[in-house]
């Protein structure tokens, strides 16, 4: 049985994170809840990693989920702009793993989480989504704790929400990313897709992008 390289070097990387985290496969296991030959079969390349799987082991050996999604074969793209954080992956390859895998149907769209955040931009533009984006945020953070990068982007988008001198307009996309956060619309549910969160990390994205170009169309009508 041949293994192919992109598994041996999804094994390489987590032996090399064990050995940095000074874990054995056993106690990986315990904090995964991974069987042990489950991982020892992952490592040495005579299984292929499930998304979970990865989901996990990003979680317990702080590594990127991109970087192992890249190494057990998923074609993503990591981006250390906004400063120098990165997001899980691009849309379209969120897009491309969500078709080919297991755990969700074709009907997932990006259209449908631009469609709940065009609904969140007006409600956080009320008193009522004012009040639970600065009551709930924090918690919400603390609750889902190493879920990913895309958090630090979270945080830094709370921070320019609450921040005096911030536009309406502004401030109604970055309360629609924070809303749909907290209020776990759920267009990929954890229970159908374990890899958890790839629609917020979307949301994330998809203002960013609509502040790119808002920051760019301002540029221009100033020249």
Same mark, same amino acid.
């Given at each position: 049985?041949?293994?192919?390289?992109?598994?041996?070097?999804?094994?390489?990387?987590?032996?090399?994170?064990?050995?940095?985290?000074?874990?054995?496969?056993?106690?990986?296991?315990?904090?995964?809840?991974?069987?042990?030959?489950?991982?020892?079969?992952?490592?040495?390349?005579?299984?292929?990693?499930?998304?979970?799987?990865? /989901?996990?082991?990003? *979680?317990?050996?702080?590594?990127? !989920?991109?970087?192992?999604?890249? +190494? &057990?074969?998923? =074609?993503?793209? #990591?981006?250390?702009?906004?400063?120098?954080?990165?997001?899980?992956?691009?849309?379209?390859?969120?897009?491309?793993?969500?078709?080919?895998?297991?755990?969700?149907?074709?009907?997932?769209?990006?259209?449908?989480?631009?469609?709940?955040?065009?609904?969140?931009? /007006?409600?956080?533009? *009320?008193?009522?989504?004012?009040? !639970?984006?600065?009551?709930?945020? +924090? &918690?919400?953070? =603390?609750?889902? #704790?190493?879920?990913?990068?895309?958090?630090?982007?979270?945080?830094?988008?709370?921070?320019?929400?609450?921040?005096?001198?911030?536009?309406?307009?502004?401030?109604?996309?970055?309360?629609?990313?924070?809303?749909?956060?907290?209020?776990?619309?759920?267009?990929?549910?954890?229970?159908?897709?374990?890899?958890?969160?790839?629609?917020?990390?979307?949301?994330?994205?998809?203002?960013?992008?609509?502040?790119?170009?808002?920051?760019?169309?301002?540029?221009?009508?100033?020249?």
């Amino acid at each position: 049985m041949t293994v192919d390289n992109q598994r041996v070097d999804l094994g390489h990387i987590i032996k090399s994170l064990l050995k940095k985290h000074s874990l054995s496969m056993r106690k990986l296991s315990t904090l995964t809840g991974i069987d042990t030959a489950t991982i020892s079969r992952i490592v040495n390349g005579k299984q292929q990693a499930k998304l979970d799987h990865l /989901k996990l082991f990003a *979680t317990h050996l702080n590594v990127p !989920l991109s970087k192992l999604l890249q +190494a &057990a074969g998923f =074609e993503v793209e #990591s981006s250390s702009e906004g400063g120098g954080t990165e997001l899980h992956a691009s849309i379209d390859a969120i897009q491309e793993v969500l078709v080919s895998s297991n755990f969700f149907d074709r009907q997932f769209t990006t259209e449908r989480v631009e469609k709940e955040l065009t609904r969140y931009e /007006k409600y956080a533009l *009320t008193e009522e989504g004012n009040r !639970l984006i600065h009551a709930e945020f +924090a &918690a919400k953070v =603390e609750q889902v #704790s190493g879920a990913g990068p895309f958090i630090e982007q979270l945080r830094t988008m709370y921070e320019l929400y609450t921040k005096a001198g911030t536009t309406d307009h502004v401030r109604a996309l970055l309360g629609s990313a924070l809303l749909y956060f907290i209020l776990s619309t759920d267009i990929i549910p954890d229970y159908i897709f374990p890899i958890g969160y790839l629609d917020d990390a979307i949301a994330v994205q998809l203002v960013l992008n609509r502040l790119e170009q808002l920051q760019s169309a301002s540029a221009e009508g100033v020249e």
